[in-house]
């Protein structure tokens, strides 16, 4: 299925930048017209996937943060968060509720709070080359004919 439109975006892996990152792929996913649940759901995924960017691909330096986003007429926006930083050795591990590298403060509920506000959550990354999230969310009350 081709989309009906595409975004893509840059910027760096600053904590300034996170709600930046969020608010625009929120606004451009608002023209499916989602209820504010649904828009609330893709700005909490989105917020937590690229905090992880920041936090723990690129730990003690600044890199580059990308983000495509894919609008479908039949309602599906899928969101792609990609890094070039160190990397995801075990992905199932990271994906447990709780389960942090770093300790401290962080939850370890990243991954976890990705999947509760999305239909489709996918990781791949490689240990020193990065990682892509992809993130799936339809927007209720949609139908190919918009």
Known sequence: MKPINE?????????????FGRSAVAAFAA????????????????????TNCIV???KDTVGTIYIWTSLYAD?????RIRDYGCGIENIS???EPLFTTLGGERAG????VMEGFC?????????????????????????SDD
């Open 93 to 95: 591990q990271a994906m």
């Open 31 to 50: 023209q499916l017209d989602p209820n504010i649940e649904e828009i609330s759901d893709i700005k909490t995924a989105v917020s937590e996937a690229v």
């Open 119 to 143: 239909d489709k959550v996918r990781v791949r990354s490689k240990v020193g080359k990065g990682t892509v999230v992809t993130l799936e969310k339809r927007i209720k009350g949609r139908d």
């Open 75 to 79: 309602g599906l926006v899928r969101i």
């Open 56 to 58: 723990h691909a690129y």
């Open 7 to 19: 975004m893509k975006l840059k910027f760096e892996s600053r904590s300034v930048n996170e709600a």
């Open 109 to 112: 509920l990243g991954f976890a």
